[in-house]
């Protein structure tokens, strides 16, 4: 058959194949290599990227730049598997516009389109579909993004889990708008655009059936619209995240990392909401640690901090902005956070995630 | 908490949901919601459609053409989840790229760049999704695409199946290229780019213990190549399509309803080699409702048809490249062919797929 190619191994020996420290003493998938910290990161320095080899390009971050015909898009995807499809304050439908839709925007692109995947479990109920791709038609209705392409698997019973959903979306950037984790430096104010740990409760209370006095419910939101108001104060931004798995504490850890800087919080001014300070006592869990869905932190310079917090507070989704610390040229790689007690401790990168399939 | 927007319904009351005809029969996913035929076009008018509402653009067919700047890109996705993760010829990780870039090459777009997002099942050996990925590169490095941006999670054991693939992609229209199901017309000659039904035959064979005599081994291939050389004489294309799930069969009817045309083939000319017979008979399956991995239909005007099929074999992935029929006004809407016994077959839209989770 003269009209088959050959694909092969990359020249990897896989009969002998000797997993790559650190993944040595784990030789099968674990909860935690999905929880956006360092298992994950692992994953992707020692097994995916050696694998893709040559392939693949940069880092495989949240998102990529790409430029075609010297218009420079932004390109990202997510899959979401979280459980339960509903929560209080949204639904995997929710999630899955959002949180593409965020990934573009922490990039400061415009997000234009969305491509939908379903990969669905044979027995669910048909109408359970319809309340999540009607959630995405809201949220994307919402947000000014169109559904554009899709496609729909189905797996047999049992080896699946209801829904799964991946978005791509590809966003649009305008000239001059060059946003990264690399550029955060010393000197920088990092700001964060609300309540914390909202989404990461909201799931758990829901999955675990708790009462925690109040309902909590997730944040799930589109960011772009706050990006774009914190861009039209002209203000430089070196840096955007929105902290979903692994929560704040992930999201500077990869910042500190990826540009070598230092990132010295003020505890007292993070600002945790009562609801998620009770849980999180109950259960033993740090806020720091809990996913957001409709969370940015903006690392600017100091002299243009004053009107990005200004600007973040006159949007509804910024009302409770706050300045949480700066990025020092002390301790580069690391997180610190100056405690209500007057020490200072590391807030590490997360091995795994404490709530797995909360996204 | 002012910082949460509200996500809701759509107007949609799902207490009291009633599930549209034609899924009323059915009000829960079956594997053939997922096979590419009658059952996943209902799901996608009857219930993804309205549900999406005024956020879906389009029919959210495999790709879609998106202007940004005046640029005008292709875009598309597909979810792999086929069984076993490798077979004869391949594995899900040749299938993620070529499937996608696949998409991209039939709207005659040249590939640039592709997301990777998986979704691993807890306890999946580390060494097969190594392997995964290595394909992967391979795949990618051979069509020329770069792997940009990625995403992985893990659900617990149970609730997946080793490995789930999602590929966005995005290619690029040079100007003037206009190539849609619409565009097909009578007078068309209908062009297969080779052999059939080897990707489907070689995955039943792997899954199902069978041995048919000789070996047969899946025909994934990326196919944007043979696209560039079809483009490259200068002829019209009206309409391509890369026969996957429900085969020649579905591509065929798709075109033919979207285009309202009648399709006659001449069941002779249709190259499928002694394996697929073998098999198909063994099993009572019609080849030309096997999917196809690297292979391609094209309608093209009569009078340009000879220098593509020309070009089409003057190409490794279209050695056995045939004309297999004609667009006729006749039966709009419908597929016929013409059979070896001298008499007319309507060949039909499947409804669902023969062999499930075949890609």
Redesign the interface.
């Known amino acids: 058959?003269?009209?088959?190619?050959e694909?092969?191994?990359?020249g990897?020996d896989?009969e002998n194949?000797i997993?790559p420290m650190p993944?040595r003493d784990?030789?099968?998938?674990?909860?935690?290599?999905?929880?956006g910290g360092a298992m994950?990161g692992e994953?992707?320095e020692h097994?995916?990227l050696p694998?893709?080899?040559?392939?693949?390009?940069?880092e495989?971050?949240?998102?990529?730049i790409?430029t075609?015909?010297?218009?420079r898009?932004a390109?990202?995807?997510?899959?979401?598997?979280v459980k339960p499809l509903t929560f209080p304050?949204?639904?995997i439908g929710?999630l899955a516009v959002n949180g593409t839709v965020n990934d573009l925007a922490m990039a400061g692109a415009r997000p234009?389109?969305l491509?939908?995947?379903?990969?669905?479990?044979?027995?669910?109920?048909?109408?359970r579909?319809?309340?999540v791709?009607?959630?995405?038609?809201?949220?994307?209705?919402?947000a000014g993004?169109?559904?554009?392409?899709?496609?729909?698997?189905?797996?047999?019973a049992?080896?699946?889990?209801g829904v799964?959903i991946?978005t791509?979306g590809?966003g649009?950037l305008d000239p001059g708008v060059d946003i990264r984790p690399e550029l955060a430096r010393p000197g920088d104010v990092v700001l964060v655009?609300?309540?914390i740990g909202?989404h990461g409760v909201a799931v758990l209370s829901c999955r675990e059936g708790l009462e925690f006095g109040t309902t909590v419910?997730?944040?799930?939101?589109?960011l772009h619209g706050l990006v774009a108001a914190m861009l039209a104060t002209g203000a430089t931004v070196h840096t955007m995240r929105d902290p979903t798995r692994g929560g704040l504490a992930a999201s500077l850890n990869e910042i500190a990392r990826a540009a070598g800087v230092g990132i010295a919080l003020d505890e007292s001014t993070i600002p945790i909401?009562a609801g998620v300070r009770d849980a999180c006592g109950l259960l033993g869990l740090d806020p720091l640690y809990v996913a957001n869905e409709?969370k940015l932190v903006a690392f600017v310079p100091a002299e243009d901090a004053d009107r990005v917090l200004a600007a973040m507070r006159a949007h509804?989704?910024?009302?409770?902005a706050e300045i949480i610390g700066r990025c020092v040229a002390e301790h580069p790689g690391m997180v610190t956070a100056h405690t209500a007690l007057g020490g200072t401790r590391v807030v590490d990168l997360p091995a795994g995630e404490q709530l797995?399939?909360i996204c």
Chains 1, 2 share one sequence.
């Open positions: 058959m003269p009209d088959i190619v694909t092969g191994s990359g990897i896989f194949w997993c993944l784990s030789p099968t998938i674990v909860m935690g290599h999905g929880g994950s994953l992707i097994l995916f694998a893709f080899g040559a392939a693949a390009q940069a495989l971050g949240d998102s990529a790409v075609v015909g010297g218009v898009l390109f990202s995807t997510d899959s979401f598997v304050g949204g639904s929710d234009l389109v491509s939908t995947a379903f990969i669905l479990e044979e027995g669910t109920a048909l109408v579909i319809a309340e791709a009607a959630a995405m038609g809201t949220a994307a209705l919402s993004v169109a559904l554009v392409t899709g496609d729909t698997k189905v797996v047999d049992g080896h699946g889990d799964f991946n791509a590809i649009v655009s609300g309540e909202l419910c997730s944040d799930t939101a589109p909401p409709g509804p989704l910024g009302v409770r797995p399939r």
